[in-house]
């Protein structure tokens, strides 16, 4: 079981990415109970958690990226996006996706966003 993200890459300030992030290996009966969320970690700095959705759909942002970037899952796909508009150079991290039921927690191998100014 593991969890792929893709899409990171470079963009200017101002301009938008797509993450996804695809359970692979995880059955059904195992992911659409998660929590699934988004990660980032800039140089320096420790990992914050960016946005998450859990099983019903409610959803939690980090403060800096509300109003900004959309979570969203397709428990049919067992996959988990984050949408990010309006990019800023501080939002320039290594984006973790990240899956959470009871004790239970899967990281992803990260992907790289850098916002140029």
């Known amino acids: 079981v593991q969890l792929q993200a893709s899409g990171g890459g470079l963009v200017q300030a101002g301009g938008s990415l797509r993450l996804s992030c695809r359970a692979s290996?995880?059955?059904?009966?195992?992911?659409?109970?998660?929590?699934m969320g988004w990660y980032r970690q800039a140089p320096g700095k420790q990992r914050e958690l960016v946005a998450v959705i859990g099983p019903g759909g409610i959803t939690n942002y980090l403060d800096s990226v509300k109003g900004r970037f959309t979570i969203s899952r397709d428990n049919a796909r067992k996959t988990v996006s984050l949408q990010m508009n309006s990019l800023q150079p501080d939002d320039t991290a290594v984006y973790y996706c990240?899956?959470?039921?009871?004790?239970?927690?899967?990281w992803g191998q990260g992907t790289l966003v850098t916002v140029s100014s």
């Open positions: 290996g995880m059955i059904t009966s195992v992911f659409n109970p998660s929590d």
């Open positions: 990240n899956s959470k039921r009871g004790l239970s927690t899967l």
